[in-house]
C-alpha cells in the first residue's frame, strides 16, 4: 500500500514535466525579453547615430563647397591674370616693334599689375601653396583631381559612418522585431503548458507537452539563429 | 512537522501577501525602467538638437570667413594695382594711384577686415590664415557649451540603466505570474510557491544592486 502510494497516478502523469517545461519557459522568456530589449536599445542608438552624421556630413559638404568655390575662384582669378599678363607683354613687343613706345608703356604697366596680381592669387590659393596640389612648373596647372578628392574626403567619411550606421540600426531594429516576434509564439507554449496542467486525460496531457516543447525548441533555434544572424 | 502543517495550511495567505507585495515591488520597478527610458530619450533628442545647433554656428562661421577671405583677395589684387600704377613713368597713371590710394582701398581694407585688421590671421608668407579666423570665430560661450558628445554619453548610461532594469522587472513579473499559479493550482502549490518566491529574491536582488549603484532612488 505505501509503495502504490509513491508511484504516480494516471492522472497524474507529465503534470511535473510540465511545470519543468513551464519554467524553463519563463527563464527562456527572461532571457528573450533581455535580448529584445537590447537589441532595441542597440537600434535606438544606431538610429541617433545615423542621423548625427547625417547632419555631420550636410555640415561637411557645405563647407567644402565654401571653401571649392573660394579655391576655384581665386584659381580662376590667378589664370585670368597670367593670360593677361602674356597677352599684354605680346601687345607691349607689338608696340615697340611698331614704334609706339607711349602705347607701349601703358600696356607695359597693366601687365606689370596682371603678374603682380598673378602672384598675389599664387600666394592666396592652396592649389599654388600645398605641395599636394601645387603645378609642377611655373606655367602648368595645379592637380585638380587630387584637391577634389582631398575637399570631399571628410564629406564622404562621414557619409560612409552614417550608411554604416543606418545598416547596423537595420540590422538591431530587425533582430529587435524578430525577438519581439519569438516571445509572441513563446507566449503560446505558456498557454499549451497551463491547459496540460488543467485536463485530467494523461493522453492528453502527454500531446500537451510534445506541443508546447515542440513550439519551445523551435523558438529556442529561431532565437540562436537570430542572435548569431 | 508541525512547521509544515502550518505552513502548508496558512499557505494561501502567505502567497496572497506575497502576491500584494510582488505587485507592488513590480509596480515601483516598472516605474523606473520607464523612468531610466525616458531620461534616455530626452538626452538623445537633447545631443541631437545641440548637434544642429553647433552645425549651424559652424556653418555660418565657414560662410563669414570665407567672405571674408574673398573680400580680402580683393584687396590683395587693388593693392597690387595700385603699387604698381605709382611705380608707372606716365603721371595719368600715378593720378589713378593716388586716388585708388585715398579712395578705393580704405573701402577695401574695411570690408576685408579681419584679415586686414590683425597681423593674427595672416601667415608669414602674406597669405590669410583662413582656420585662425574660423577658430575664434567658434571660440565664444554660446558655442563652446554646445557639447552633443555629453548628451550621447549620459544617453547611454540611462540605456544601461534601462537594460538593467528591465530585465528586474521581467523577473517580478514572473514571480507574480508563479504566486498566481501558486495560488490557483489545486496541487504542487508549494512547488510553484517556491518558484515564484526564487524569482521575486532574484528581482529584488536584481533591482537593489541599481538601487545602491544609484545611491538611492532619485
Redo the contacts between chains.
Sequence with gaps: MTQTSQLPTQSDRYKTLLLFLAILNTVFVVILASLQSDAGIRATLADRDSQYYAVASSGELHRSGLASNYDFMVLAQTLKSQQENLVLSMTVLEQQIQGQSKQAEFSQTAANSALAQADVGRKFSILFTDPRFKPKDTLGLPNLQDYLTHINAQANEMVKKQNEAADAYHLWNQKSDDYAMILTIISIAFLIFGVGQAVTDSRLRFFFVIVGGTIQAVCFFWSIAVLIG | MGFNKFFTGKLELITAILIALVSFATALTVYLTNTAGST??GN?HQ??IT??KL?AF??EN??KT?QD??S??SY??AL??V???KS???AG?RAQAANFEKYLLPNLKQMADPFTGSQKYLKQ????NLQALFTDLQNTPEIKGLD?QQY?DL??IA?AE??WL??GS??MA?SL??LTVSQI?S??KI??FF?GCF?FLVGMLWVIIYLLQQGGVS
Design positions: 534616455a530619450n538623445n545631443g541631437m548637434a544642429i552645425e559652424s556653418n565657414w560662410r570665407y577671405a574673398s580680402a583677395f590683395a589684387l597690387e594695382n603699387r604698381v600704377l608707372s613713368p606716365d597713371e608668407d602674406g597669405s590669410i552633443p550621447f544617453a547611454e540605456y534601462q537594460r528591465l530585465v521581467i523577473l514572473i505570474f508563479w493550482a496541487n504542487r512547488m510553484t518558484t524569482f
